[in-house]
């Protein structure tokens, strides 16, 4: 059975992500695998990867395609490319 997430739920599952990703110090982009609980929004990490695989069945790039407008790929590299540039300087 397929369960959807409360507004409210899933804003706390996001900022128990962010909590996560900030106490780890990552930076850029990463996948964090979890288990949450849709009714309470609570998380169970299971593990980060800071390197997710760049397929074209990624979730990563499945998100950018659904932003409004569509981030493509080659922008998206492109925008990842630049920021760690940036940041090298």
Avoid: W
Wanted: aromatic content about 8%.
């Amino acid at each position: 059975m397929f369960a959807f997430c409360s507004e409210d739920a899933l804003q706390r599952c996001k900022k128990s992500i962010e909590t996560m990703a900030n106490a780890l110090g990552l930076e850029g982009f990463s996948r964090i695998d979890a288990f949450v609980n849709v009714r309470s929004g609570e998380v169970l990490l299971i593990e980060v990867n800071t390197v997710p695989g760049m397929t074209p069945s990624t979730v990563l790039i499945h998100q950018a395609l659904a932003e409004e407008p569509p981030v493509y790929p080659r922008r998206f590299f492109r925008t990842l490319l630049d920021l760690v540039f940036a940041r090298a300087k």
